[in-house]
């Protein structure tokens, strides 16, 4: 089991940036076996929509939207991954979540346990 909790969310207003941060927790092999992170945000009447990813490895993919403006990194040490959003725009407020991957090799032929694990989110609201 994984745990993850948002935070850094707020009300801003247009141009302004916020750093949303999303610590996970749980077991130590859980912990281990999260081999991508990332943030996805749902705003009302739309679907919930990838912003950003990163692998353990440090690899970072990112929705058209918020390239060039928000940035995606993690502390491994931390068991955190952060969100800077810069240049905010009305159109980004939304409910943000963070979700961890789990890929868990479970026996010795190989097979894999995998699932995703979803915070609570965090409101971020920009005012135009």
């Known amino acids: 089991q994984v745990q993850l909790v948002e935070s850094g969310g707020g009300l801003v207003q247009a141009g302004e940036s916020l750093r949303l941060a999303c610590v996970a927790s749980?077991?130590?092999?859980?912990?281990?076996?999260?081999?991508?992170m990332g943030w996805y945000r749902q705003a009302p009447g739309k679907q919930r929509e990838l912003v950003a990813s990163v692998t353990s490895g440090g690899v970072t993919d990112y929705a058209d939207s918020g390239s060039g403006r928000f940035t995606i990194s993690r502390d491994n040490a931390k068991n955190t991954v952060y969100l800077q959003m810069n240049s905010l725009k009305h159109e980004d407020t939304a409910v943000y979540y963070c979700?961890?991957?789990?890929?868990?090799?479970?026996?010795?032929?190989?097979?894999?346990?995998?699932?995703?694990?979803w915070g609570q989110g965090t409101q971020v609201t920009v005012s135009s």
């Open positions: 979700k961890a991957h789990l890929s868990l090799v479970v026996n010795v032929e190989g097979a894999r346990y995998e699932k995703d694990y």
């Open positions: 749980g077991s130590i092999r859980s912990i281990n076996a999260i081999n991508a």
